[in-house]
Structure formats: C-alpha cells, structure tokens
C-alpha cells in the first residue's frame, strides 16, 4: 500500500506478453519519521558534528518497526556508518535523539549486536570461543555454549568450532562475526557492510542465512551497505542517504522468506532497478 505522498515506478516498456512486475514504492524522506506501534529503532531529529567539523548528518527523522530488517543504501561517505554509530550509542548526537526500544540512550545501548566491515575475531581464540566473547566478558560463557555452537551449526560451521581465525576462509570469519553478534540473543542487530569483502556467492549465502535467523528470532536489523541487490533481497524497507541526510526510500515489498532463486524473478530487477534510478538522483560522493 503506498505512503501518503509516495510515488510509484513501473517498469518501461514492458512486453506485453510477460506480466509487467507490480510497481515499486518510493516515499519521500519525510515519510521516514512515521512511528509505527513498536519501534526498535527511533531517530528523531538527529544531527551530528565531529568537534570543530563540519556536520555529517542532518534532520535525519526514521523508525526501523519491531521484527522488520532495515537497510541503509548510500553511496562512500554520505554518512552510513555515523548513523549506525548513532543509534548503537556509540557517538551521541549533536541535535535530537535516539531512542532503542523505547529507551532513550545514554550511552553504548544494551540487548544491542553489532556486525562490523570487518570480521575483528581475536587470532588467539577458536571460533566458538570468539562467539562466546560477548559472553565471557560478563561471566556468563557457560550459559551460552550451547547457543553458540547451535548458531555456528545454523551458520554452516559446525564441525569448525576448534578452529582458530587463521584456519578460516574470510566467508567463515564473517559467518563467526554474525553468531558473535547473536549469542546474547540481541533484539536488535546492526550491521555495517558485513560482507563487502566476501565473493558473490559467499556473500548471498551469508544474506539467505541471516535473513533465515533474523526471521526466526525476531530480530528487528539495520544494515548500512552499498549493494543494491543485497538491499532488495534483505530489506522490509530501504532508505536512501546522500550527504547525510535520508532523501527517499523504497519500500520491498516481495514475499518472505525470500528464496535464493528470488534473485532473478522480474519483481525482484524491478526493485533493484528503482533503487538504482534513487540511487542515481543523489548524484555522485562528497
Ligand atoms: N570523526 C570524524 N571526523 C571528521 N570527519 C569524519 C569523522 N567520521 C567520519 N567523517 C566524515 O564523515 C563522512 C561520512 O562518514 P561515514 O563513515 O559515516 O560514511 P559512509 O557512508 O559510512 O562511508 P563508506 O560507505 O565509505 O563506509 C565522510 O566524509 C567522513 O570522512
């Protein structure tokens, strides 16, 4: 159903003989600050400015809803990765607020997982012992084995336990990073460009699994990437940044759960096409 002021895309020149995918929804930035009955995420108003900088972002009002997977599209250098920093509470806010279910943070938030660029496991443990690190640093890694290890099974690495991070491919380190990021059983997850470095087929495995855990545990997520088709295959919802600001976004609305073979169904083009035409509006990086 569009937004209150969206607009629509078809598809040009569309055969007649095949179905013309239905239209895409493309909402204006204002449509951002719609606060739907639970939020895990809020961003009201927020701004931010390095000490004696230039400010990066800008009246950026956005909600990612409780459950929902949110990505944050953009080119190099918009600002991606300081709105993430933002609503993980690991830089305060210039103007307005932020607000984790509900809470207004003070600080790094709690309940919160966070998937970095990179992998950044510690070379000296073994992958169930770099999962459990969230754990064992507040004495609870007992607790968690068996959650981690179910995680690195769900994730295609359970015979790779006892393995350190030199035995593992790059695909394998960013699998241990993501059951890292789940082990205390987050609600919400924040993830920047996880897989930028991983090979295409690596990196759509990785999406199909953790759009298969967030669905499963009911995880609410916000992934900054600069991948068109991984925003598409992800997201409930995308927003388009450009020199800090929120500018447009575009809502996915394709069936869940998605199969890998969604990748090259005509809906699926239609929305990366939609996206890539947003995209181009916002010209090109600072
Ligand atoms: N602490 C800082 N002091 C000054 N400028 C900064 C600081 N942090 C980031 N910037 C600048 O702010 C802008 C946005 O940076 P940010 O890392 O948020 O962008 P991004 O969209 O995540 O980029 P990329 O996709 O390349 O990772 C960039 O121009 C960057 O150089």
Redesign the pocket.
């Known amino acids: 159903m569009p937004t209150e002021g969206a607009t629509t895309a078809t598809q040009p020149g569309a055969g007649a003989s095949a179905p013309a995918p239905a239209p895409v929804t493309v909402a204006p930035a204002a449509d951002a600050g719609l606060t739907p009955a639970t939020a895990a995420i809020v961003l009201d108003g927020v701004g931010y400015a390095?000490p004696k900088?230039p400010p990066?972002l800008s009246g950026i009002h956005w909600t990612v809803p409780t459950g929902r997977f949110h990505v944050l599209l953009?080119?190099?250098?918009?600002?991606?990765?300081?709105?993430?920093k933002l609503a993980a509470g690991l830089l305060v806010p210039s103007q307005g607020r932020v607000r984790v279910e509900g809470r207004a943070l003070q600080g790094p938030a709690e309940g919160l997982g966070f998937v970095f660029?990179a992998p950044t496991l510690l070379d000296w443990l073994t992958a169930l012992d770099n999962v459990l690190l969230p754990l064992s640093l507040r004495g609870d890694r007992d607790r968690g084995r068996d959650r981690a290890l179910q995680l690195l099974d769900a994730l295609g690495l359970g015979g790779l336990a006892g393995r350190y991070p030199r035995q593992l491919s790059g695909g394998q380190q960013a699998r241990v990073a993501v059951a890292r990021a789940l082990v205390a059983a987050p609600r919400v997850l924040l993830l920047?460009?996880p897989f930028a470095a991983l090979d295409a087929l690596t990196r759509e495995a990785l999406q199909e699994d953790l759009a298969a855990l967030c669905a499963r545990d009911g995880i609410s997520a916000l992934l900054?990437t600069?991948d068109i088709a991984e925003s598409v295959f992800l997201a409930d919802r995308v927003a388009l940044?450009s020199a800090?600001c929120i500018v447009e976004q575009v809502a996915v609305e394709l069936p869940r759960p998605r199969p890998p073979g969604i990748r090259y169904d005509a809906a699926f083009n239609e929305h990366c096409r939609v996206l890539r035409a947003a995209l181009d509006r916002t010209g090109s990086a600072?």
Not at 74 to 84: D, E, F, I, P, V
């Open positions: 390095p900088h990066i953009g080119r190099s250098g918009c600002g991606k990765t300081t709105l993430l660029q920047d460009e900054v600069h940044m800090g600072r």
